[in-house]
Structures are given as structure tokens and as C-alpha cells.
């Protein structure tokens, strides 16, 4: 399973757009990057996926350059209910195995 | 049958006894994961069913720790002779077979404290 590795911490203000990037240098053909959202004392919540290009969903987006070695999660117009625990996690698509890193810290200020 | 579901939610015991975590995952799923989670790191892999096989365990998985799934629907994760050390968030996942590349559904955890 590639590394992946994404800043540790980010600040941003409610009604910004929120955008957290993650490399991913050593992705291989078969591997599709997937991000999880974490609360205090819950457990992580599947978000997007996507394997090139660009993916949307009712939560968030997920931007995907041709050559694949990052990635950006795209949070539009935050609340202080985004404020969480974001993994950048990358998965074969043979299997479901999935290795969590320490994630990236998002705080939202009002 | 709306999500993962994990029982207890939080445990404290003293060092030296035996606890057991049982996991209910998402009717449909196959799948079933075991992580552990420390404070301020990201859940770490224990171990895998697919069906009732135990597929994978993880270094981390000591000879205390134990995990079953019986009939291919809940599970559950015991310690024996529990150490300070134990103390976590215990996390179950389920996923389908159609789901795959990482796609998992986690429950809320138990919370074990070892005193």
C-alpha cells in the first residue's frame, strides 16, 4: 500500500472553501484513493473515493491530476461541524485493506 | 439494520483480566475489520475476516489478543491479561463485496481503559 502523507493540522473560517492535499507519490495502477472523516470519539466515516480526474459527492469533492501522485479534498463552504480528523488513505482495488496515517486535523473558527 | 454496531461502548477494567469486545457489522457484509486507536494517531490495523476465515492478523495482534467470528456474522475481540498499554478505542469495520478499494463502514468503538 503506497505512503501517503498530508499536513498534520489546518485552520479555516465557517463558509470558506477548505481544501487538504494529500501525495501519494508511490501509487500503484491498482490502488484508488479514499478519504475518511473522523469525530472525537467516533469512529472514521467513509467520504469519497475516486481514481482519476475528479469526483463529487453531496459531502465533498476530490481532485485527481493525470499523473496521480496527490490528491485534494475539496470541503465547500465549512461549518464548525467539519471541524474533524481527515485521512488521505490510498486501497488496492483487490482488496479492502486500508492503512490510516495520523491525518490531518481540520479546525473550523467562526 | 442501519450501521455497525459495537458492544460496549466503553469498558474499564483492572490490569490482569479478561475482556471480550463483540462487533455486529452491516447485515449484507462479508467483511469485518478489527483496528486499535490511541490518542492522537490514526486506527491501527489488528485483524480481518472474510466470512468466518481470519485472513490477516497484524504484528500488533499479541498472543493475549484473540478475535473470532463464528458464524460469519458478529465477532468478537478478547483480551486476556489485560496491560495498561491496552488502553484504546477498539474499532470494528464491516465492507461487501462490492464495495472494495478501501469503502468501509466503521462503528463507534469501544472505549477500554485499564487501570
Known amino acids: 500500500l503506497a505512503k501517503t502523507t498530508q499536513p498534520i493540522s489546518m485552520d479555516s473560517y465557517e463558509g470558506q472553501e477548505v481544501n487538504i492535499t494529500c501525495s501519494h507519490n508511490n501509487i500503484a495502477t491498482n490502488d484508488y484513493i479514499t478519504w475518511y472523516q473522523q469525530f472525537p470519539s467516533q469512529g472514521p466515516r467513509f467520504i469519497i473515493q475516486?481514481?482519476?480526474t475528479k469526483v463529487t459527492n453531496e459531502v465533498a469533492s476530490l481532485f485527481i491530476p493525470a499523473d496521480r501522485k496527490s490528491s485534494t479534498l475539496s470541503l465547500p463552504r465549512v461549518s464548525l461541524s467539519d471541524t474533524a480528523v481527515y485521512y488521505c488513505l490510498v486501497a488496492s482495488n483487490r482488496d479492502d485493506k486500508i492503512i490510516f496515517g495520523k491525518g490531518t486535523r481540520l479546525h473550523i473558527l467562526p | 439494520d442501519t450501521g455497525v454496531s459495537q458492544d460496549p461502548r466503553h469498558k474499564i477494567t483492572k490490569r490482569g483480566q479478561n475482556v471480550t469486545f463483540r462487533c455486529d457489522p452491516i447485515s449484507e457484509h462479508n467483511r469485518l475489520y478489527w483496528y486499535r486507536q490511541t490518542l492522537g494517531q490514526g486506527p491501527e490495523f489488528l485483524t480481518y475476516f472474510q466470512n468466518e476465515a481470519q485472513l490477516e492478523k497484524s504484528r500488533l495482534l499479541s498472543d493475549r489478543f484473540s478475535a473470532e467470528r463464528p458464524k460469519g456474522s458478529f465477532s468478537t475481540l478478547e483480551i486476556q491479561r489485560t496491560e495498561q498499554g491496552d488502553s484504546a478505542m477498539y474499532l470494528c469495520?464491516?465492507?461487501?463485496?462490492?464495495?472494495?478499494?478501501?469503502?468501509?463502514?466503521f462503528g463507534p468503538g469501544t472505549r477500554l481503559t485499564v487501570t
Open positions: 475516486g481514481y482519476k
Open positions: 469495520a464491516s465492507s461487501s463485496p462490492s464495495s472494495g478499494r478501501g469503502e468501509q463502514y
